[in-house]
Structure formats: C-alpha cells, structure tokens
C-alpha cells in the first residue's frame, strides 16, 4: 500500500527592470522609489558592492552612492561604505563568494535588507549567488554596467560562480528583487566589450524577432559608433526578448533541453575555451552563430541571402566572423560539452529563417565539418 499527496505550490515571480541615466545624482528617484516599491514607509538598509573595474574607471562612484544615500536619508540606511569584488571572471570563484558572504553576515543583513549589485556579469553573478544563498535569500538589486549584463546576463533568474574547472558549476535560480539598467555606466567600456555585448542582440533578434532585426542592420552605422540613443534602444529590446522568454517560454528554470537563447553558443563556449578566452563571450557568439547558419544552409534549411545579411550585420557592427580556433579537432568537443551543458539530450537551436529558431536533435557531424571548412 502506498499514497501520496501532490504538493503544487504556484509562484509568481514579479521584478521591474528600470531603465535610465545619472542613476546615483541626487535627484534621480528610481533607486530610491525601487527600493520603496513594497514598503513605502520603511527606511531600508541597504549595501552597495562595486566591481572593482567600475570602480576604477568611475572614481566617484562611492562617494555618490554615499551622497545618494545621505540625500534620502528617510528611505536609505547604508550600512557600510561600498566595496568592491574583483571585474571580470576573477569574481565568480568561492574565495570572493566567503569573503561577502562574510561581510554580509558581519552587517547583518537579513531577508528585508537590500544587497545593491553594480557591475558587469560576472561580479553580477557572484554578488547574486552570495545573495540567493544568505539566509536562503536576501533582496538583490542588480545595476549592470555593460552592454551584454545590461541585455542579457543581469536581467534574468540565474547567477553562479565558476568551480571545479567548470564555467557556472555552483549557482542557484533566484530571481532579482529589481534591475537597474543605466546606460551611463557604458560610457567607459572598452571598445571589445561595447561591442561583444550587442551579439547577444543579433543572437535573440535571430531567434525570435526579425522586425528587430531589419532595425539592427538599418542603426548598424549608429551602433557601431556607439550612439547612445540606439544602443539603449538595443539594450532595451533584447532586454525585454529575453524578459519575454524567461516569463512565456515555459521554462523558466531551464529544465527542458530546448535552449533557444543558447543559439550559436555551443561552438562559442568551446572557441572561448580553445583561445584561452582572448576572444570575448559575445565575440565567440557571433563566431558561433555564424557556424551553425552556415550549418542550416548546409543542411538546407537556411537560404544563402540570410546567411549573407546575417554575416554583414555582425561585420557591420565589428563582430569577427571566423577564427581559426574553428580548425581545431576539439571544437567538435564542444557538442558533448554542450549536452551537458544541458544535461540531458543534445537540442541545438537552428534558424529556418530570419528570426526564426526551430529545435534540432539530430545534429550531423558532417554537416558541421561542412560548415567549418566553408568558414576556413
Ligand atoms: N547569469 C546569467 O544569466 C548570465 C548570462 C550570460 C552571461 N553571464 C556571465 O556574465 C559574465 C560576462 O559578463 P560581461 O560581459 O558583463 O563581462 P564581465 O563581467 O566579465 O566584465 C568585463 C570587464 O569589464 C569591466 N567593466 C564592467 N563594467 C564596466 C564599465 N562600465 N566600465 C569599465 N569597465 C567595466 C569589468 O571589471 C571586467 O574587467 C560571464 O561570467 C558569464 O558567465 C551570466
Ligand atoms: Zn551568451
């Protein structure tokens, strides 16, 4: 004899993502009325920790957000001067993730009490991990400061820190009490990362949104000069394509194996890998989604006048478009890898057309090595 009980708890998880500029001068309300947004009449401890590059190319950062403190007294209590974690993938390991947690712990910041993260993915990630996992979860608002965090890694449910040899071994699903998107901040990026940040754009654009699309190659002269009108227009589309894909793509927490954001990354994981990560994330991406369009070509799929406009687009922007790491013998390696990635069966997405990604099981060897010969 045996019974159980169905358990079946239904969740909603509900974040705003803000969008605006100057976000620490003194009259600017968002901060102060995102923190307010579910107890208006508190006055709310927060801290603020800092990537160590942000702080670098913005020396004033701490003293505003110690002046923005101040200036709303009423509503922000600053437990501590900011601080900073290591930029870059120099953040997400288990030494930095102790050591705020630490910190965290020795201020006393509970479940109500607001870590402010300001930075790019990677420190995103860490302080996000370190926030998840503090008394189970303590309120978390992110402030990304580079293109791809702002459209991408800093709006979404995941964080995590690197272990074990592995990229994003140990992290958690937890969803953000808020993000603050300042375009500000992209001011002093360097002229790789502005640009590396805007693959993942093309990527979504590819799979979901030709519309958007047509616009990229219409505004690639403005984004490849950074105007910022049009790169905030870009951060904000992809921001909301990838908002509108956690809450309506049945799979919030990534349990299937259909991955359609992951277009073009399985070969840009292992091309990161292979070049010792010289070529940045959303560089290889767009080396990746080259391969696997000319894949869809090859496989018949794919028309040879997308396959051209999506190859231009990304030359337009500044994107490579091959390398030849795409020779090496172990790129293939990066499928296995990607299965696991997964971890379950191998589903990549594919383009049958301009903003459209349809799931592929059965991905042939060689087709792909079709594919890398015609990029070599
Ligand atoms: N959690 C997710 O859903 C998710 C999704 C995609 C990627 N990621 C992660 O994001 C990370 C990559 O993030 P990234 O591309 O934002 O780069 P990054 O965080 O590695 O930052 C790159 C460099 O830029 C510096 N920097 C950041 N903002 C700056 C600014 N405004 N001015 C000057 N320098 C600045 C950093 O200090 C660092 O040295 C990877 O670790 C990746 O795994 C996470
Ligand atoms: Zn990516």
Known sequence: MSSHILQRVPLVLEYPVAFTRGLF?????????????????????????VDAGVAAAWPHLAGSIEAYAARHADRIELLAPPWTVP???????????DD????????RVDRHAFAIAIGGGAALDVIGFAAATLHRGVRLVRVPTT???????????????NAHGAKNFLGAFAAPFAVID???????????????????AVKVALVRDPEFFAWLEDSAGALAAFELPAVERLVRRCAELHLAHIAGGGDPFEQGNARPLDYGHWAAHKLELLTQHELRHGEAVAIGMVLDARYAVEAGLLDETSYARIVALLARLGLPTRHDALRSPALLDGLADFREHLG???????????????????VRDDLVHRAIAYLA
């Open 25 to 49: 001068d003194a009259d600017n309300p968002t901060l102060v009325e995102i923190l307010a947004r579910r107890e208006p009449d508190r006055r709310h401890r927060a801290v603020a920790v």
């Open 344 to 362: 379950g069966d191998l589903t990549i997405t594919l383009l049958s057309a301009i903003g459209r990604g349809v799931d592929c099981r059965d």
């Open 182 to 200: 300042d375009s500000s901040f992209l001011a002093t990026l360097g002229a790789r990362d502005r640009v590396a940040g805007m693959a993942e």
């Open 87 to 97: 930029g870059g993938e120099a953040a997400k390991t288990a030494a930095v993730l």
């Open 147 to 161: 293109v791809l965090a702002q459209n991408d890694a800093g709006v979404g449910v995941k964080n995590g820190i």
């Open 100 to 107: 705020l947690v630490g910190r965290l712990a020795a201020l």
